[in-house]
């Protein structure tokens, strides 16, 4: 029966596995055949030429919130922002001089003066006030929104450099698993290998090209949200993201990241912001007496006997609470404060909680992938190693290099999901501690 060959992975990394020589005590492997293998080396430069194939738009994560900078929704936000502090210089309103004449018969007298208001009940303070505490409100609320934005921006952004690594990691291994399937037809031919280990090749296989194509919908979706996040500034077609998986922060002791939360958190501040104005609100609605006195000055002519006299003219009028006025707005005011006081109380809780939860999920995926590199991705590269060594030495069948490598292949994509894991969880508790921020 005519033996089958498989092909070389490329010029750079082949090896030749041949049976033991004839006259030869060794037992009988089968015919000759060629798997090839790739080391370390070899890996790395098909991983960057597939990395490197089409004209991609690369972004780093850098360039991606400077283009979401620039975006249009959050634009939208910045112009309002502007608008905010354009309006900050407040002028309390002041009633301005009037000016008076007055006839009286009955002997001439003449009066002509100019009359101010002079305000002296704090309601200009309270004003000027509130409207600082609502352009902070504002400010705040808007922050946040793009604080959102930017943190559902990073986790598109990492969602697809991890699909990136896993489509070139699972199409490494597939060049591997074809040629250890062509391998171990060469040897069902030669009467040494069963159907069932050809189907566990082809199935290998098949799998990896069902994971290729889940990635390949992964990668979609993180496109199709960086593309509405960025604009027309990106095209999701060409799309490519230049990242590391590595988390790039330590973890603060849990009771720091509590207070830098409720430091931090933009939602926080909005919503302190507004219980303080509920609460002057409140004290402005208080029903009391605070005079607002009019002043008049200016001279007076009378008609005294035969002749004019001319004399200064002074008045002041200030207005008596004798009768209590309308409903005063205090009651509602006050149902206001406490309404809104108990949301704050409710929003810290909740924001507390979700740090605790954060910090929590980061700390166990960090350790979970680090365990999981010491314990079982690095002795799976060193048996790597030794398995294609092995096959150079004809130490070992296809069938025992099929186990071996299909085994370290499942290790390399866990420890890239763990990986694509935690640095999703580093994300989420960047975003919880309100440190995502354009």
Known sequence: MENRTARPLNRHSAAVLEGPEPGAEAPRRGPPVMIASIDSGARYVLLLLLAASGAAQELTEAQAMQLLRESPSVREYRVNLESIHAGRPWQPPRPGASLNASFEGAGRTEFYFVEQEIVFNRRNGLARKLDELEADSRE?????????????????????????????????????????????????????????????????????????????????????????????????????????????RGLMPLREALSVALAGRADIRAAAAKLESSRLEASAATPGWRPNLKLQGGIKRAEIVDHL???????????????????SGEPTASTEHVHLREQLRTLRNRVLAEVQVAHDTFRIRRASADDYRRRVFAPAQELRMSTFAGHRNGASTALETLDSVTAIQAAELRFLELQAAAKEAEVELERVLGKVAL
Do not use: C
């Open 140 to 248: 705040a609320h808007a922050n946040f929104e793009t604080g959102r934005m930017a943190a559902r921006m990073l986790a598109a952004f990492y969602r697809l450099v991890y699909a990136q690594q896993r489509k070139q990691v699972i199409a490494a291994n597939k060049v591997e698993l074809e040629d250890i399937h062509l391998a171990v037809e060469a040897l069902h031919a030669a009467g040494e290998a069963s159907k069932f280990d050809v189907f566990r090749a082809q199935r290998s296989i098949v799998e990896l090209e069902v994971s290729a194509s889940e990635t390949e919908i992964l990668a979609a979706r993180a496109k199709a949200v960086l593309a509405g996040l960025l604009g027309d500034q990106v095209n999701a077609g060409t799309l490519r993201a230049k990242g590391s998986l590595l988390p790039v």
């Open 309 to 327: 006299a001319v004399g200064p003219y002074f008045a002041v009028s200030v207005p008596l609470p004798l009768w209590p006025g309308g409903p």
